[in-house]
């Protein structure tokens, strides 16, 4: 399975990009409260480790969310290791976002969230029209 990856060092974390260069992938800084410039390419899989909690002191989670709902592809995948108060939150837009919860675990404070972006489409207009009637 061919996988496109893109390495991203938040701003407010420690600068690992140097180590990434090294090993001969690609990387780049970003403030993940500001939209991320996706062109030529969406990606297949986004990992974030404590990235949420710590975003959360800057801004709200919600368009980061919404943000990261855009750059997956259709079926791709999240993972988040965070606390668990984090993890439950993040969880509970993906199931609005009607994403496939495929794990999710907690141990103490720490979690792992693995979701899957699904194809989901509301339903015909007509269908939810008659529906009213």
């Not at 403030?31 to 991320?36: I, L, P, Q, T, V």
């Not at 999240?78 to 919860?101: C, P, Q």
């Not at 899957?116 to 939810?128: F, G, I, L, N, V």
């Amino acid at each position: 399975m061919k996988v496109w990856v893109m390495n991203i060092v938040s701003i407010d974390s420690p600068d690992t990009l140097p180590i990434i260069y090294e090993r001969g992938l690609f990387g780049m800084y970003h403030d993940w409260c500001e939209s991320f410039s996706t062109y030529p390419r969406t990606y297949d899989l986004l990992h974030a480790d404590h990235l949420f909690s710590k975003l959360k002191k800057r801004c709200q989670l919600l368009p980061v969310i919404a943000e990261v709902d855009r750059v997956l592809r259709p079926e791709g995948k999240l993972i988040v290791r965070d606390n668990a108060d984090v993890i439950s939150e993040i969880e509970n837009m993906a199931k609005s976002l009607h994403w496939e919860i495929t794990l999710t675990y907690s141990n103490d404070n720490e979690g792992l969230l693995c979701v899957q972006k699904t194809m989901w489409r509301p339903q015909d207009a007509e269908t939810s029209m008659s529906s009213l009637s």
